[in-house]
């Protein structure tokens, strides 16, 4: 009997394919699972009205672990119109199920890891001293709080009475926004609590502890967004002082975070943010280590996890006779998924194995080859999907 039972949901497009690979892997590896499939995405969305289906919220109840693959969202329009004839009309409202998932699990801590790859052609290079080429070695661990801000879902179009007078008695709305018929008024909320605010900074700093890295940088704008930004300072810079005073708090505000991480990305070690800064940061880095193709990510709370790569699920390569797509990103997300479950040693032979890889320069998926992502790379030498995860198994074995 199989020790770990493992809800695997595929989603849209190449999720399928990338997530079957990683499964190939982790067999390679010895990893003794079951897997469960779990029904996600567009798919069921368009045939039941929902793209996160109770079947798949109990099987992720009962098992608290998911490796997940990818999913197609699309605006609220579109959204509606493909819909099946016979539930149009009827209410449904799409939400993006990861979302969705975060939110109702407590997924609230999300780790992104952006680390180099010697050799990978994709790695992030700059001039040095006599027009030399540096190379840096970046080695960067973001954690982006995964369930507030402006991804919390709180916003309204033409927003009721009650939104409005409470809106209404702010200065600075009744000032600035007080002029905009309320039809023409579109208001999104960026909401952070103590709570959640607080577990973020504290899983940054266990793990700055724990890699013995020294600084750790809050990365949000509390020069201009005060309330909230200032908050995850503030917790940030009371941590330090009260907890890990061996760990000093480094203040970069967003918009000069994306630009010094192309001057010098090896001094960030360890990066916390709210929602949406966390993401923009954490593409900014995946940039510099081989792009969406390297960029995995774990969804971590109380009792359930959820493992995905950070790419979407690109329904036009998914329709290739042949899959070209780079499936780097989900093994290293399975990777993550054992670390979290205590299977470390596991994990790292794999990374080595991809490192390995890499480093060899014999199997490059289109992306590392700079080509275009069309059905005929493979005929130019790219290794598709498949092969990929071929040259991965045979440097395990």
């Known amino acids: 009997m199989a020790k770990r039972t493992i809800v695997a949901m595929p989603g849209d497009g190449i999720g399928k394919v990338v997530l079957d690979e990683a499964i190939r892997v982790l067999d390679a590896a010895g990893f003794d699972a079951e897997y469960v499939t779990g029904d996600i995405g567009w798919e069921f969305w368009c045939k039941e009205g929902n793209p996160l289906p109770d079947r798949t919220i109990e099987l992720l109840k009962k098992h608290k672990i998911a490796l997940f693959g990818a999913i197609t969202s699309k605006p609220k329009d579109k959204a509606a119109a493909e819909l099946a004839p016979e539930l149009q ?11 969705s998932m975060r939110q109702m699990f407590d997924l609230d801590i999300c780790q992104r890891p952006c680390r180099t790859f010697k050799g990978n052609p994709l790695n992030f290079i700059r001039r040095g001293k006599g027009n030399t080429i540096d190379e840096p070695v970046i ?3 973001i954690f982006r709080q995964n369930t507030e801000g402006l991804y919390g879902g709180v916003e309204w179009t033409n927003p009721p009475d009650v939104v409005y007078d409470a809106l209404m008695t ?11 018929p309320r039809p023409e008024l579109a ?4 909401i952070f609590t103590k709570k959640y605010t607080t577990r973020i900074v504290k899983a940054a700093f266990e793990y700055a502890k724990e890699k013995g890295f020294k600084t ?4 949000e704008k509390p020069n201009v967004i005060r309330e ?18 061996d760990i000093r708090v480094q203040d970069v505000n ?14 960030y070690n360890v990066i916390v943010a709210g929602n949406m800064f966390g993401d923009i940061v954490s593409d900014g880095f995946a ?5 969406l193709g390297f960029a995995c990510s774990a969804n971590i709370g109380p009792e359930v996890a959820v493992f995905e790569p950070t790419h979407g699920s690109a329904p036009k390569y998914a329709e290739y006779p042949t899959s070209i797509v780079n499936p780097i990103a989900m093994v290293m997300s399975a990777c993550m998924m054992l670390d979290h479950i205590g299977e470390g040693a596991m994990a790292e032979r794999i990374r080595k194995a991809i490192a390995e890889v890499v480093e060899e320069g014999k199997a490059l998926a289109y992306d590392m080859m700079k080509l275009s992502g069309s059905p005929d790379v493979v005929n130019q030498g790219a290794a598709s999907t498949r092969q990929m995860a071929d040259a991965i198994i045979a440097k395990l074995n």
Request: net charge positive.
């Open 139 to 141: 080695d960067t661990m």
């Open 187 to 190: 208001v999104s909320t960026r």
């Open 170 to 180: 702010h200065p600075k709305f009744k000032e600035n926004f007080a002029w905009c």
């Open 89 to 99: 009309g009827k209410g449904f409202t799409y939400y993006s199920p990861i979302v």
């Open 287 to 291: 940039g510099l280590v081989g792009g």
């Open 216 to 219: 750790v940088t809050v990365c």
């Open 228 to 245: 909230t930004s200032g908050m995850m300072l503030k917790v940030a810079q009371e941590m330090s002082k009260n907890e890990y005073p």
């Open 254 to 267: 967003i918009d000069a975070q994306m630009m010094w991480l192309t001057k010098n990305p090896e001094t």
